[in-house]
């Protein structure tokens, strides 16, 4: 099977792949749908968080963020996607909300997801990694 196909040809240092059962695949798949789902309602939220006349319906936002997220992720040379994925997200919503609000919905979606990893870091910091964890190989 695969595993064993790419067991061949891992260095024998990083160890055996074992196959992943079936239900863990799908449990992954469904928490990675939920997790994109719940990403473009809080980008629906925010946009009628920056002006109260804006109206993007969760769909279009679940959309625009799933694309623009991949842009960047796909975006090799830019560091976290910077540029790629706010100039994404205002291309696929400039029809929707108009030029000044899909701007300032990518920066403000920037910053707060910037602001999220940034104290998801430190609480990882703060909570520490067992010294086992830190050492290399």
Do not use: C, K
Request: aromatic share 4%; net charge positive; glycine share 14%.
């Amino acid at each position: 099977g695969l595993a064993g196909t790419l067991n061949r040809r891992v260095p024998a240092r990083i160890g055996p792949l074992f196959p992943i059962p079936v239900r863990l695949q799908a449990l992954a798949l469904g928490a990675n749908v939920a997790a994109w789902m719940l990403s473009g309602a809080a980008l629906a939220a925010l946009s009628r968080g920056i002006s109260g006349r804006v109206h993007l319906s969760w769909i279009p936002a679940i959309v625009a963020f799933a694309v623009s997220y991949l842009a960047g992720f796909a975006a090799l040379l830019a560091p976290g996607g910077l540029g790629v994925r706010e100039s994404v997200l205002v291309l696929l919503l400039v029809d929707r909300i108009g030029p000044v609000a899909a701007v300032a919905l990518a920066v403000a979606s920037r910053a707060i997801l910037t602001v999220a990893d940034l104290a998801g870091g430190g609480l990882g910091l703060a909570l520490g990694v067992p010294a086992r964890e830190r050492r290399g190989p």
